[in-house]
């Protein structure tokens, strides 16, 4: 492997956001250690496809030691698997808050500690969180439950940027208004560009472009990159 290639892990990665950010890191010429529930095997012998669900902890731990039986390290762990779910907060039923808990919190907790294990060893690491612009709520938005779970991620990202600093690991996140990605009907896409400052919704390569540009800022850590037209600052 040569000294600039690297090994990146993306969770959630067959489809929207996930599949732009695989893209991207090959087009840099890096290896990808790919994983979503039923993600297919890749004929690229520099994308490893590891299926299954990251909340389950031994999933996890599959995940990132067959990143390094396969490629022998790990540089870079990009946590993009997630789910939203919107409903008003007193219509979400117990199954719907397992699932996105499953996902967006368990996933991030048991894969990012695993990967963290690896980085420590090697005394070198990113690790960014694909998270929500959740900085302010949106009206009929039905956005807590996603905002509980994404919101905690931006915090986790800065208490994990203090913590692994010393050792030469670095913590970002990513935070997208909403995205062109197959969750979203294309007819619904109008209305909800609206909610963004520059009048449209973002494209999963945008997303993606900001994710390739933290991992190449090495003096950045702890960061929330919002990638979101706007939305944040305010309407």
Excluded: C, W
């Amino acid at each position: 492997m040569k000294a600039s290639q690297k090994v990146i892990v993306v969770t959630g990665a067959s489809q929207g956001i996930g599949a732009a950010i695989v893209k991207a890191f090959r087009q840099l010429g890096h290896r990808v250690v790919a994983n979503s529930r039923k993600i297919q095997p890749s004929d690229d012998p520099d994308i490893l496809a590891v299926a299954g669900d990251i909340g389950d902890p031994a999933t996890a731990q599959r995940l990132i030691d067959q990143a390094v039986a396969r490629f022998g390290r790990v540089d870079t762990l990009v946590n993009n698997a997630g789910i939203f779910i919107g409903k008003p907060f007193t219509q979400h039923t117990q199954e719907d808050y397992n699932a996105v808990m499953n996902v967006n919190m368990a996933g991030f907790y048991h894969v990012t500690r695993a990967a963290l294990a690896v980085m420590e060893k090697q005394a070198a690491g990113h690790v960014v969180n694909v998270t929500g612009s959740i900085d302010n709520g949106i009206s009929g938005g039905h956005t807590a439950l996603a905002a509980l779970t994404k919101g905690g991620l931006n915090a986790a990202t800065r208490a994990l940027a203090i913590e692994y600093a010393g050792q030469g690991i670095r913590v970002n996140a990513v935070a997208p208004g909403v995205t062109n990605t197959p969750m979203h009907a294309q007819e619904n896409h109008a209305m909800l560009g609206s909610f963004h400052p520059l009048g449209r919704i973002a494209e999963a390569d945008e997303v993606a472009a900001a994710i390739v540009f933290l991992d190449s800022a090495g003096f950045v850590t702890g960061e929330i990159l919002h990638v979101d037209g706007g939305q944040h600052a305010g309407r």
